[in-house]
């Protein structure tokens, strides 16, 4: 009897499971939302934005760490001893050649000049006493009435005379050189650094310098291309001017130019790379010596590379690769080799051809052969 009751059971189960498989299935059947509310996941297209990829002539450069050089660092000193007695402008300005910097107390030098000029004077009036002197002495010889050895005491007297009038104006220029040199002048236009001796300061000829003067614009850019790149810079050289672009760090845009105007004449065995160096204009003095820059540069062009936006470019374990829409709107999977970039864009030198859509989002939630909905 419980073996029956136990089989009874079971039946009544299944047939209560199956009645309401039924009624499910039946609501489906009369409108129910239970079925209606599941879509089909293959028909999901994802919405993607896509490029077209098109030909250009883009630039060929180069790129290199470089360090910025002053052209001209010179340190500011004194020709003569003496007191400071003035600096007229103050550490850190920009001067132009020419300015006055430093003034030493120039009495001194003034008194030395005044006395070396009355010296010349008196030396003149004796000149002119000699050559009077001669004159008379040359009529009195011609007439008989002066000896010939007296004749050329005269005469050397004059000599010795316009002998000692020509020291005196050396010793003239001389002390006016020395009344210039305590007037420190700027030798150049640049910048100055910090103040080594203070007003009153006792110097020397031989002492510590006053202070020091960089030239800033232009400035130096020096850079270590390889030996493999320095065929291709020569080749550019030989062409023509090599101009050369200038970033400083977190810039992407470069502000400062100019040109490659130096390569050394042999290569560093230990490195294999040369050492160049481009001049550059630094009108808004922003590049300071000892700065570390890039410096990009521009060696050629490319014509027609198929470009495509950076964005759209992939890599996995085979290598770089692009999405293009492929037939039906189906992501199309292309391993690509690549080139240069320029503004935003990078060529590419082998897997797509001019026309085809590239997608440049999306790419991780897409897959080769994955369904996509192109958006203008």
């Known amino acids: 009897m419980q073996t029956w009751k136990i089989v009874l059971?079971?039946?009544?189960?299944?047939?209560?499971?199956?009645?309401?498989?039924?009624?499910?299935?039946?609501?489906?059947?009369?409108?129910?939302?239970?079925?209606?509310?599941?879509?089909?996941?293959?028909?999901?297209?994802m919405p993607v934005p896509v490029a077209n990829i098109v030909k250009k002539t883009i630039p060929i450069s180069l790129d290199y760490s470089a360090r910025t050089e002053s052209i001209r660092n010179v340190a500011l000193q004194a020709k003569v001893s003496g007191f400071i007695q003035q600096q007229h402008i103050a550490d850190g300005t920009d001067v132009k050649e020419g300015d006055l910097l430093y003034t030493i107390d120039p009495r001194d030098f003034q008194a030395a000049l005044d006395q070396a000029k009355a010296q010349a004077q008196r030396n003149i009036a004796a000149l002119e006493y000699a050559r009077s002197n001669l004159d008379r002495g040359s009529t009195l010889a011609q007439s008989g009435y002066l000896a010939k050895d007296t004749l050329d005491q005269r005469s050397s007297a004059a000599r010795q005379a316009e002998a000692t009038l020509a020291m005196d104006q050396a010793a003239i220029r001389t002390a006016e050189l020395n009344l210039n040199y305590t007037q420190i002048r700027a030798p150049f236009s640049g910048r100055l650094g910090r103040n080594q001796a203070s007003v009153g300061t006792l110097i020397g000829t031989v002492g510590a310098a006053l202070n020091t003067l960089v030239q800033l614009d232009p400035i130096y850019v020096t850079f270590n291309p390889s030996e493999t790149d320095l065929a291709m810079i020569e080749k550019a050289r030989t062409a023509g001017k090599v101009m050369a672009d200038v970033l400083l760090p977190g810039e992407t845009q470069a502000r400062h130019s100019g040109e490659l105007t130096f390569i050394d004449n042999t290569v560093d065995r230990s490195t294999g790379t040369i050492v160049a160096r481009a001049t550059i204009s630094n009108a808004d003095r922003s590049l300071l010596p000892g700065q570390y820059v890039r410096i990009r540069l521009a060696i050629g062009s490319e014509p027609d590379a198929l470009m495509v936006p950076e964005t759209a470019l992939g890599s996995s374990q085979l290598g770089k690769y692009v999405y293009v829409v492929g037939e039906g709107n189906k992501a199309d999977q292309r391993l690509v080799s690549t080139g240069v970039s320029h503004d935003g864009l990078i060529a590419i030198r082998k897997g797509v051809s001019e026309g085809e859509r590239v997608i440049n989002g999306n790419l991780q939630k897409i897959g080769p052969g994955a369904p996509v909905r192109p958006l203008p």
Do not use: E, K, M, Y
């Not at 299944?14 to 009645?19: R, S, W």
């Not at 039946?26 to 409108?31: I, K, P, S, Y």
């Open 9 to 45: 059971g079971t039946s009544a189960l299944a047939a209560i499971a199956i009645a309401v498989v039924v009624v499910r299935q039946g609501d489906a059947l009369f409108g129910g939302t239970a079925g209606a509310a599941i879509p089909n996941p293959a028909a999901f297209a």
